[in-house]
């Protein structure tokens, strides 16, 4: 089956993913709040926010498959978003260093002809290398970290910050693939 997909995301990682399984998809960015209940779960916030992203797009498709995607890093519990400024970021670093942490996406397919719907999430736990503060100041500097939950980028020179990962790597740059995949083979958008 032939259908039109949208990426309800601006991302480039996202967009770069997409493309990496062979699909062209129509880039139409939602404007979402994204504000969310600070007592839900980590994979719950993601999942919402998902959706509604996918939702926003998808009211205004009449035959497309929407996909919303989010991510967050936790650590202790405390959701570490894009860092709202260069101190913001050096914070999040600093905290993230020697340690590990979780990255939790969640992805919402939605079906615009039908209203129907997937949502689903992926974790990932990442450790980071110890980092001093100069480390720290330096990646800054790149100006990497600006746009990024957490603060780093696991596919460019932040990969040279993470030691390790359990889980799926696709994930942490912001789309587990294989999880994508899976959910477009229920709307009959089939990869392999």
Known sequence: MNRTIVLASSSPRRQELIRNLGLEALVIPSQVDEEV???LAPERIVEELAFRKADSVAR?????????SDTIVVVDGNILGKPSDEADAFRMLQRLQGRTHEVFSGIACIDASTGRSL??????VVQMKPLDVHQIKRYIATGEPMDKAGSYAIQGIGATLVTGIEGDYFNV???????????LSQFGVDIL
Not at 119 to 124: G, N, Q
Not at 173 to 183: A, F, K, R, T
């Open 37 to 39: 209940d600070p007592g």
């Open 60 to 68: 205004k498709q009449t035959d497309a498959i929407v996909i919303g």
């Open 119 to 124: 949502v689903r999430h992926c974790r990932t």
């Open 173 to 183: 740059v912001g789309m587990p693939l294989h999880l994508l995949s899976d959910m």
